[in-house]
């Protein structure tokens, strides 16, 4: 494939931006929401904010899967790290995600069996050098890395191993859209919706959002065109009144998905309602291990006891954040109290997470264009 200049990439954005002028109309007010983190920080990187017609704003929202992983489920985590017997395995994103009153950094430097890996397969090398200890993998994550880590479920399985268990706390993200559609504060126009993802999934799980929310809905790439063309499309849909599923990523997302991971996925987990940190809970956005595989369920098989939990942080408004009523740097703690080398929320821990990428790219310019 003929890899395109940047004059050539220039041309094609002045394009779409005159269609997205030409689309919108003036004075009005549309919210798109950018589900995924990743586009989040290729909006920044691009400045396509800057680019965009007055009128048109783009939210951020809960795309970052350390962002939305509970504080409970923290607490459980520094809970089996606290046992003698027991190794965290994790990868290192994880490490300053706040519990109530600690993090696994913390927790690590005064001594917790806490082994950071960078594949779910390493899990199976590290049952095998430490018989004698259980070990738990954190498993958390979308659909993305929701298949990965079945695929390493499975494989534990196969080889027989008994000292090797999950810490499941996966999240699935059209549950997660359907709630924000339906919220009645911080009303929204439309999603582009996350790349990653909908390589997994495809585009048939997203039908409900033109059918039964009646909104726009467009898959994009990572690429500033492909966000770009994604902004077109949103704004051609609400222009005609004609909805449906977008797909501006289509070299790599088919209407189906990948359909061998989703069938490892439905043989491996069964659907639960699950909770978002600083959402709440949403009626079946979470998975747990079922059948022959729930005996390496961590929480079924090396039980705890009462996880006592507080509320976050003072001032914290993550929870705001993630659902795109605010944006991070209107928060009290942004850049003063919470900042990148000390985050106070989860959004601010991953290179991922909205106030993070606000952090470092929003304060400047806002990112850089093609023409620079």
Known sequence: MKKITLQEKTQVANELLEEIKALHTPGEQVRFMEVCGTHTVAIFREGIRQLLPDGIELVSGPG???CVTDQVYMDKALAYAAMDDVIVATFGDM???PGTHSNLWEAKSAGAHIHIIYSPLEIIELGKANPDKKIVFLAIGFETTIAVIAAAVKAVAMSGLKNVFFLVSHKLVPPALRALANQKEG????????GHVSVIIGEEPYSFIPTECHMPSCI????GLEILAAVRDLLAQRKSGQYYVG???????AKKGNPVAVKLMDELYEVIDD??????VIPKSGLRLKGEYAAFDAERMILLGPIESGGVPKGCQCGRVLQGLIRPDECGLFGKLCTADHPVGACMVSVEGSCAAWYKYGRASGGMTWEE
């Open 220 to 223: 994009a790439g990572f690429d």
């Open 247 to 253: 797909n501006q990523y289509k070299s790599v997302v």
């Open 95 to 97: 490490l300053k995600v």
């Open 275 to 280: 909770t978002w940190r600083g959402i709440g």
């Open 64 to 66: 970052c899967p350390v």
């Open 187 to 194: 009303h929204l126009d439309g999603f582009i919706l996350p």
